[in-house]
């Protein structure tokens, strides 16, 4: 899916469920997944997930506006500013998560992907086809 129709489809998810509530979920060397929910304590159901992260900059536990489109792409002049090494061999997208205490998260990555699996974060049974358990729980 093109980096405009994960844009859209996440700005929409997060309306549709009324999610305002994110953090950093998991990073390892490949992604970066940001989870959002309305109920951080129990579950997500929205995850942005970031493809080959080179840049975090922002909170790792943040709130949005629902209402409005939070997540944007930085133009290509906006990524030159943060001044990242030249050294790096693919093209790479920014992107800006605007947040509800005005400390945007920008992030730079290879790609963007948006998950709409429930995420539980306690232990439960007979989990439907779009839902798992989080890594953590037993």
Same mark, same amino acid.
């Given at each position: 899916? %093109?980096? @405009? /129709?994960?844009?859209?489809?996440? =700005?929409?998810?997060?309306?549709?469920? /009324?999610?305002?509530?994110?953090?950093? #979920?998991?990073?390892?060397? =490949?992604?970066?997944?940001?989870? $959002?929910?309305? /109920?951080?304590?129990?579950?997500?159901?929205?995850?942005?997930? #970031?493809?080959?992260?080179?840049?975090?900059?922002? %909170? #790792? /536990? #943040?709130?949005?506006?629902?209402?409005? +489109?939070?997540?944007?792409?930085?133009?290509?002049?906006?990524?030159?500013?943060?001044k990242?090494?030249?050294?790096?061999?693919?093209?790479?997208?920014?992107? %800006?998560?605007?947040?509800?205490?005005? +400390? +945007?998260?920008?992030?730079?990555? @290879?790609?963007?992907?948006? $998950?709409?699996?429930?995420?539980?974060?306690?232990?439960?049974? =007979?989990l $439907?086809?779009?839902?798992?358990?989080a890594?953590?729980?037993?």
């Amino acid at each position: 899916m %093109r980096t @405009q /129709d994960n844009l859209i489809k996440a =700005n929409q998810l997060a309306k549709e469920r /009324d999610t305002y509530g994110f953090h950093v #979920f998991s990073k390892t060397t =490949n992604t970066c997944t940001i989870a $959002g929910s309305k /109920d951080l304590i129990y579950y997500h159901n929205l995850e942005l997930i #970031f493809v080959d992260p080179v840049f975090l900059k922002g %909170r #790792f /536990d #943040f709130q949005i506006n629902p209402e409005t +489109d939070f997540i944007s792409e930085l133009s290509s002049s906006e990524i030159k500013q943060l001044k990242l090494s030249s050294a790096l061999q693919y093209p790479l997208k920014g992107f %800006r998560i605007s947040s509800s205490d005005g +400390d +945007d998260v920008i992030l730079v990555a @290879q790609a963007l992907e948006v $998950g709409t699996d429930t995420v539980y974060y306690y232990p439960k049974e =007979n989990l $439907g086809s779009s839902e798992r358990l989080a890594p953590w729980v037993k």
